[in-house]
């Protein structure tokens, strides 16, 4: 018991910029040991950001330190698989959209099954895309207009085939009558940015934490958002709805997920701790300044949203033949 107290002021110290959340009562079952999020991708990006965020509070509030293990690759499958065989009831995991929606689909050969093989905690963070465009091409409706003229000559860059970058620009193209730029996928962000700017790709759904900078810099242009209104993460921009683009409304987001087996007390440990930290202006602060939105939710919200989201993104996998090699 000492020693759990002793482990329970140590993660407290270790954040001494946070608030006291609530600490564990010395009684709980669990946690036992410390906690390991999995993380699918490097340190720095999104999901990363997202684990780090919650870290450190978690910690507070459960009385034992939480440990974030950077595992990428395979776009994020590789941790998300390492999660769902985990066993020892203190493995969590942080995941983006397509873990737990489009991969069953992309990738028939997927271990694991997002529907049967984890427990849903909650939801992290959201944020729209936003659709760039070189600062030398038309703006707004007229941008679709020369889109259409231009057909299958024009490009748009993604993060990669399968990504929501690139699941979206195809749901644009089927919501756009007579888009067909065509498909071409970079390895990240970076490498999209450089495209668009020396004119080899003409558009691109991207995050606003990457595309802001280049548009306040004058190198790209928004086009809209992918949402039916404004985002407080950008009140400045348009939806792509003002646009004309009728029914397209997407987001890219990360959740907080553990094995199917996660015990219930885990659960109820994890999610009671999770309510008061997404609601803390620090965290949020935190996660708004890196162009995301905090976002918790309870079990049953993050397993609708994966629901509608899976409909909505199989849905144009199978409409326009999409495969991965």
């Known amino acids: ?49 997202s684990a780090r965020a919650i870290a450190e509070p978690l910690a507070q509030a459960l009385g034992q330190p939480v440990i974030v293990d950077n595992k990428p690759g395979a776009s994020g499958n590789i941790a998300a698989d390492a ?8 493995t ?25 093989d984890f427990s849903y905690l909650s939801l992290l963070t959201t944020a729209p895309l936003i659709l760039v465009a070189p600062s030398n091409l038309p703006s707004g409706a007229a941008f679709f207009e020369e889109a259409r003229v231009q057909g299958d000559k024009w490009n748009y860059g993604s993060v990669g085939p399968g ?28 490498a999209v940015v450089t495209a668009l700017i020396g004119g080899q790709v003409q558009m691109a759904l991207m995050p606003p934490g990457v595309a802001m900078p280049q548009i306040k810099g004058g190198k790209l242009q928004a086009i809209g958002l992918t949402t039916s209104g404004r985002s407080a993460l950008v009140p400045e921009l348009p939806s792509l709805a003002q646009e004309g683009v009728k029914d397209f ?33 620090e965290v949020r602060q935190r996660m708004f300044q890196q162009g995301w939105q905090a976002v918790g939710t309870s079990p049953e919200g993050l397993t609708q949203r994966v629901r509608q ?17």
């Open 249 to 281: 409304n997407l987001e890219v987001w990360t959740a907080l997920i553990g094995p199917a087996g996660l015990s219930a007390a885990a659960r109820q440990r994890i999610t009671t701790a999770l309510g008061p930290i997404m609601k803390n202006a």
């Open 163 to 190: 990504s929501v970058a690139h699941l979206g620009m195809e749901l644009l193209k089927a919501r756009v009558p007579g888009l067909k730029a065509v498909h071409v996928p970079y390895n990240g962000n970076p």
């Open 1 to 49: 018991m000492q020693r759990r107290h002793l482990m329970a002021l140590a993660a407290a110290a270790a954040a001494p910029h946070l608030p006291a959340f609530a600490q564990a009562p010395q009684e709980a079952h669990w946690p036992t040991k410390p906690i390991r999020i999995l993380v699918g991708f490097p340190g720095g990006s999104t999901p990363d950001m």
């Open 83 to 90: 999660v769902a065989k985990a066993t020892d009831d203190h």
């Open 309 to 325: 989201e899976t409909a909505l993104l199989n849905g144009i996998i199978k409409a326009r033949g999409i495969k991965l090699e």
């Open 92 to 116: 969590l995991g942080v995941v983006i959209n397509g873990n737990l929606t489009s991969s069953k689909t992309l990738y028939p050969k997927l271990p694991y099954d997002p529907a049967r």
